[in-house]
């Protein structure tokens, strides 16, 4: 079982930056894959960025070029740096984490609670 917790939320206005931070409660990004996604109302939730236990990230379109995803294996925690942010990626920010148990492929998923951007115009 993994822990996710996120921070870094706020509001800001457009053109501005933040950067969230998901802290796990045991070592699990050095190893497992995780992602940021994120849900407006309305809306489903949606990837917004990967990466794998190799560090190699993967990018929505939609903000490829703006955001980076990262991680801090020694204090295991995952960032989110979201760069040029604009009205539309107001949104609950939530942090996922893949945990594989076998060589198979089946693993369990944690999320965290999510933490709140506000992107004014």
């Known amino acids: 079982q993994v822990q996710l917790v996120e921070s870094g939320g706020g509001l800001v206005q457009a053109g501005g930056s933040l950067k969230l931070s998901c802290a796990a409660s045991?070592?699990?990004?050095?190893?497992?894959?995780a992602a940021w996604y994120r849900q407006a109302p309305g809306k489903q939730r949606e990837l917004v960025a990967g990466?794998?236990?190799?560090?190699?990230?993967n990018y929505a379109d939609f903000v490829k070029g703006r955001f980076t995803i990262s991680r801090d294996n020694a204090k295991n925690t995952m960032y989110l740096q979201m760069n040029s942010l604009k009205p539309d990626d107001t949104a609950v920010y939530y942090c996922?984490?893949?945990?594989?148990?076998?060589?198979?492929?089946?693993?369990?998923?944690?999320w965290g609670q999510g933490t709140q951007v506000t992107v004014s115009s």
């Open positions: 996922y984490s893949k945990v594989i148990v076998n060589v198979e492929g089946a693993y369990y998923e944690h």
């Open positions: 045991r070592s699990t990004f050095s190893r497992n894959p």
């Open positions: 990466i794998s236990s190799d560090g190699s990230a």
